[in-house]
């Protein structure tokens, strides 16, 4: 019986899969490379933004410190120690910061980012503000020093024959021997040297963070606040 006979037609083979799969869309190398750096330049963004911020608060809470120098006792070590954790963490964070600032800030002429502005902005009246707490932190206990000296070996402990009579307040002293004094002293000018150490190595990375900003906030710079130096 033939297939005219059933009512059905012949239909001509077709010489490939109705469902045929094309070709994949051509993609241009080099948008796919630009899309990747644009990626790669908002991590690096993004990571150099959470460095600048810790180290703000770092900033923040060494201040902290420095205006509890001195105020209820002449020595504490407790407070020293935390002094120097924190110093030594913001100084790290400080040369992290720079460092991950220099590698995404582009030409000095060219155009930049308004967030990469920000952060130059940011990390450099931070580091202006940590300089500041440093030399603040070496002037208070400069002068504990000088008031370790000043006590009279021969007179009472914790009493201070010079200020005995005035109405200065007298801080609270621990030390109960010449002995005492004399390595409290010792302590506070080793402490003031490495916040001086410090302080100079700051003030240099300020120096270079100035250099390598671009054009635009370095002219801004010059017609605003004098800067520290």
């Known amino acids: 019986m033939s297939s005219a006979s059933n009512g059905r037609k012949n239909r001509p083979r077709s010489t490939g899969n109705i469902f045929q799969i094309g070709k994949p869309p051509h993609?241009?190398?080099q948008r796919r490379e630009s899309t990747e750096s644009t990626r790669k330049a908002q991590r690096a963004v993004a990571d150099c933004r959470m460095i600048v911020q810790e180290f703000n608060t770092l900033v923040a809470l060494y201040r902290e410190l420095v205006i509890s120098i001195g105020e209820i006792t002449v020595d504490c070590p407790s407070l020293r120690a935390e002094m120097l954790k924190t110093?030594?963490?913001?100084?790290?964070m400080?040369?992290?910061?720079h460092h991950s600032l220099s590698l995404i800030s582009g030409p000095e002429d060219g155009e930049i980012h308004p967030e990469i502005c920000r952060l130059f902005i940011q990390l450099q009246c931070c580091l202006e503000m940590y300089i500041t707490e440093m030399l603040k932190s070496v002037c208070m206990l400069g002068s504990l020093q000088l008031h370790m000296k000043g006590k009279d070996p021969c007179g009472p402990p914790g009493?201070?024959?010079k200020t005995e009579d005035s109405d200065i307040p007298i801080l609270e002293d621990t030390s109960s021997s010449p002995t005492d004094c004399s390595q409290l002293c010792w302590v506070l000018?080793?402490?003031i040297e490495n916040i001086e150490k410090d302080m100079r190595e700051m003030k240099n990375l300020l120096s270079k963070l100035r250099e390598t900003m671009p054009l635009p906030l370095k002219n801004q710079g010059r017609?605003?606040?004098?800067l520290i130096s």
């Open 189 to 191: 000018a080793n402490d």
């Open 159 to 161: 009493v201070d024959s």
């Open 27 to 29: 993609r241009d190398p």
């Open 223 to 226: 017609k605003s606040v004098p």
């Open 94 to 97: 400080a040369r992290a910061a």
């Open 87 to 92: 110093r030594t963490k913001g100084c790290e």
